[in-house]
Nanobody, 126 residues
Framework: DVQLQASGGGLVQAGGSLRLSCAASGFTSDDYNIAWFRQAPGKEREGVSC????????YYQDAVKGRFTASSDKAKATVYLEMPSLKPEDSGIYYCAAVRGTLYSHLFDLSLYDYWGQGTQVTVSS
């Protein structure tokens, strides 16, 4: 069975940084993607980044492009999300999700992802 374990959330002041990790297990090949989504209270879950594990290519949602950086360790089947210069509007529960194969479009379509981690809380105080 595929499992995802998200970690690294916490409480920081505005301008602070956090590093999230999503460790995957159960995949038998490198042909899958791991994405980060976040959900603030009362809002819909939105995509943050999507990483193709096979080559490390990452796409970002416009709201975080140029500020957050995702990296991957194929051997550890882990994707990291570096989040510097955090803002209060970055607060929410961050989930990692995975899907087999290559995504060419709709990278942040929730319905495409078959596996979800448990989420990790990120709170940025002003």
């Amino acid at each position: 069975d595929v499992q995802l374990q998200a970690s690294g959330g916490g409480l920081v002041q505005a301008g602070g940084s956090l590093r999230l990790s999503c460790a995957a297990s159960g995949f038998t090949s490198d042909d899958y993607n791991i994405a980060w989504f976040r959900q603030a209270p009362g809002k819909e879950r939105e995509g943050v980044s999507c990483t193709d594990i096979s080559d490390g290519t990452t796409y970002y949602q416009d709201a975080v492009k140029g500020r957050f950086t995702a990296s991957s360790d194929k051997a550890k089947a882990t994707v990291y999300l570096e989040m510097p210069s955090l803002k209060p509007e970055d607060s929410g529960i961050y989930y990692c999700a995975a899907v087999r194969g290559t995504l060419y479009s709709h990278l942040f379509d929730l319905s495409l992802y078959d596996y979800w981690g448990q989420g990790t809380q990120v709170t940025v105080s002003s």
